[in-house]
């Protein structure tokens, strides 16, 4: 993978993280004082960043990263998986009702969507 490629894939999942990361803030630290009109601004940015995240990193041959770094490739991914699962369904179940809604794992969901997509920013940084 030339550095044109690396650079990309690492920007990538950057950009992924930081989606995450504002999106908690928007939830913890600015609930309540953006307005209704801001808000939308604020979320139509971070769909459309959230968008080019998985363009970007599917133009940079996954594949790729996998045979690079197989190992971190492999406990990226698995996080991402984890991270999803807690981090949406702790969310779904709050609004709906569901069993098993624990609010704690919300934000363990979080953080390991954030610790997965920076593994995958560094991913092609490491020689096999």
């Known amino acids: 993978m030339n550095v044109f490629w690396k650079i990309n894939s690492s920007l990538a999942a950057f950009y992924g993280a930081v989606t995450v990361g504002s999106a908690a803030a928007l939830m913890h630290l600015w609930r309540g004082t953006i307005a209704t009109e801001q ?40 996080a991402m998986q984890i991270g999803l699962w807690l981090f949406v369904y702790t969310l779904v179940a709050g609004v709906f009702k569901l069993p098993l809604h624990f609010s704690a794992l919300a934000p363990l969901g979080g953080q390991l969507l954030i610790l997965s997509w920076l ?10």
């Not at 990193?57 to 690079?68: N, R």
């Not at 560094?122 to 096999?128: A, D, E, G, L, V």
């Open 119 to 128: 593994a995958l920013a560094i991913s092609p940084w490491i020689r096999k």
């Open 39 to 78: 808000l939308a601004v604020l979320l139509s940015a971070g769909f459309i960043l959230a968008f080019h995240v998985v363009a970007l990193l599917a133009l940079s041959a996954f594949d790729k990263l996998q045979q690079q770094s197989p190992w971190l490739s492999r406990i990226a991914v698995t």
